[in-house]
């Protein structure tokens, strides 16, 4: 740990900048989570891709991002927790997924290759779009995709590996393989699983196993032409590369600079520098919750104190509720309501400023600016988890407005926990399936 206990912010003027989102989702199949279920022999060159937040170019101030992307997550955070109950529900038929994200990434589909930007989901692992003949679809940015203008199309049958892979499928008449995903929203996709040539810069993947969407609806996608799955399940774009790793480094919300997402052997990048100081700790699996990143939080320390907080808290119970998961797609950070009333306890003892009672901004727990005419210290703030003590710029839990206030960038829930995306910004998240690990990296994301 870092020998300094506080982070030394100029609040005159406000200098603490406001952070935020990203997005990714996450489904969850009963299924085996294998990552060699699909072979793509093209597919061991890493590349990279541009993300761009749904956000991104808008005339909102910092304060109206936050708050868009705070009205984002909390639907998120209750779609994820139904995800998780349902799971261990035997009379829910149907599964229900995550949906939407808060980054978009670039890409092409088909041969000659169609430009889409698809909603980045780290909770999912379908890959789909909207495909020609639609029966119902929602307006999208770019072309509907259509099937019958590409050389290297082809239906998935029934009989396939891909198809016993979806949580829920059927067969058409021609023995074509059929899918269905309803999302916690009431939002759904409905079509024919195909294989398909992805590209993404000028690397090529062939064979990319997606569904063809017909008959699409609800809010939440209408930012992209679908969605691209990088969820942990056997579907999902990271599990069908042969090197099945991903990272991703997240700008500031504010950031003028887009965000980075990298594939395959490109995920370690820079890592391998001797002067690198990487941070690894193990994903935990979920028998209830296969697809979703499930971390090993062991403690919090504010400053020089470690909080007392159970390290049951964070445990997955038999239930498949609680345990604590990395998501790209939720702004805030979630703290199950004893953590987190632990940690506000403790931030308000530490922080020499008064609270404001009911701020405006959406947050929680909000400290009055205007009264302090001198340099604020804000406390150390350190995540144990298993193997890895990550200690958060201070730009990365407290944020800060014009109005005066400066806020903790953390919420409560009940039940699942979730390390959101406003913590994440500039480390680089490194994934990998096979070694079943997270890796934090410190980085510049807007250098990439």
Known sequence: MSSSHNRNFSFFPMAITLVLAFAILFVSPSVS????????PCAKTGFQVTLKHVDFGGNFTKLELLQRAMKRGRKRME??????????????EAPIHAGNGEFLMELSIGTSPEPYSAILDTGSDLIWTQCKPCKKCYDQPTPIFDPSKSSTFSNVPCASDVCSALPQSSCSAGSNCEYEYTYGDYSSTQGTMAKETFT?????????????GSDNEGAGFNQGSGLVGMGRGPLSLVSQLNEPKFSYCLTSIDSSKTSTLLM??????????SNIVKKTTPLIKSTSNPTFYYLSLEGITI?????????????????????????????????????????????IEQMTLPVVNQSGTGLELCFDLLSADHDIEVPKFVFHFEGADLELPGENYIIADSSGEACLAMARSNGM??????????????????????????????EL
Do not use: W
């Not at 909080?307 to 998501?327: C, H, N, Q, V, Y």
């Open 417 to 446: 926990s979730i390390f959101g995306n406003v913590q994440q910004q500039n480390i680089l998240m490194i994934h990998d399936l096979v070694k079943e690990t997270i890796s934090f990296v410190a980085t510049k994301c807007d």
């Open 200 to 212: 993404f810069g000028n690397v090529s993947v062939p064979e990319i196993a997606f569904g063809c």
């Open 264 to 273: 395959g052997s490109q995920a370690n990048y820079h890592v391998n520098n």
């Open 33 to 40: 989570t294998s990552p060699n279920l699909l072979d793509h």
């Open 79 to 92: 779609r994820l927790n139904s995800m998780a109950l349902s799971s261990s529900d035997a009379t829910i």
């Open 303 to 347: 400053g020089d104190k470690l909080l007392p907080i159970e390290k049951s808290t964070f445990a997955i119970r038999e239930d498949g509720s609680g345990g604590m998961i990395i998501d790209s797609g939720t702004t805030l950070t979630y703290l199950e309501d004893s953590a987190f009333d632990i940690v506000k306890k403790e931030l």
